[in-house]
């Protein structure tokens, strides 16, 4: 069952999303060499308070943190820890907020120092698959123009779109219908109606898509040990295009 949301709920939503959005921000300047995974869980939760929200993910599922910390091989659900980041590294950090009843999903990609060719080339592949996601969410188009649009610039460039997980819609709960597929056909699947707020969060590998759970339950790994990058918005289908309630200052889509 879709919830349609009315422009006032969809307000109230990006105010949700806006904390997430300046959480991210905050991070810029906070990921570098030498802090742990552990520490940039503190430093969004902290933020996150400050501005009145609730870190939705605590408890989520059992989900034990504000974040997830997904370094490297690792796809999502990282569990934050002591690990200590190095120069090279790629790090996802994914967060849900809850203020006013509403919840706002964002997943952001950062280097940790300097980058390879390689890491820098997934992370603009994975932020433009995002990107021709959010551009196919108009009315009338279905939920195949955005995951089939992804999936075509994912392997046009030589990686691969992970299956396992997807996107969602949101709004009271952070996960709600529909799922939202980043691979798929064009003219296929649910039809995008005024109101529907989603999430597209495509997790982009270079080498295949296939993951693996660790032991804790949670931590997504690719199983053959190549690099993993995701890049997430939450937005909403209105009459004047998808509107991005996660979008960060200065961002242009
Ligand atoms: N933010 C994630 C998403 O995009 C949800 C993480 S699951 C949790 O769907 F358990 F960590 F909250
Ligand atoms: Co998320």
Redesign the pocket.
């Known amino acids: 069952m879709i919830y349609i949301k009315n422009s006032k709920e969809i307000d109230a939503m990006y105010k949700s999303g806006q904390i997430v959005a300046q959480m991210h921000k905050e991070l810029r300047d906070f990921i570098k060499p030498g802090i742990t995974t552990g520490e940039i869980d503190k430093f969004c939760e902290k933020f996150i308070r400050s501005q009145g929200g609730i870190p939705?993910?605590i408890g989520?599922?059992g989900?034990p943190y504000a974040t997830?910390t997904s370094v490297n091989d690792v796809i999502?659900?990282g569990f934050p820890s002591d690990q200590v980041l190095k120069e090279g590294d790629l790090i996802t950090v994914?967060?849900?907020v809850e203020y006013e009843g509403f919840m706002g999903?964002s997943?952001w990609s950062y280097k940790v120092g300097e980058v390879s060719d390689k890491v820098n080339k997934l992370m603009d592949i994975t932020k433009e698959c995002l990107y021709l996601g959010i551009k196919e969410a108009v009315i009338g188009n279905r939920l195949g123009d955005i995951g089939h649009v992804i999936q075509q610039h994912a392997e046009k460039n030589g990686f691969s779109v992970v299956r396992e997980f997807t996107g969602?819609g949101i709004g009271r709960s952070?996960?709600e219908d529909p799922m939202v597929l980043h691979y798929g056909q064009s003219g296929r699947g649910q039809r995008l109606q005024e109101g529907m707020v989603i999430?597209i969060?495509p997790m982009i590998n270079t080498g295949d898509w296939r993951s693996k759970i660790d032991e804790d339950g949670w931590t997504a790994r690719t199983k053959d040990g190549s690099l993993s990058c995701q890049y997430?918005h939450t937005l909403a289908i209105t009459k004047d295009g998808p509107r991005v309630l996660t979008i960060q200052d200065g961002e242009t889509i």
Request: hydrophobic fraction near 20%.
């Open positions: 939705a993910q989520y599922q989900y997830c999502c659900h994914d967060t849900v999903d997943a969602h952070m996960h999430t969060e997430e």
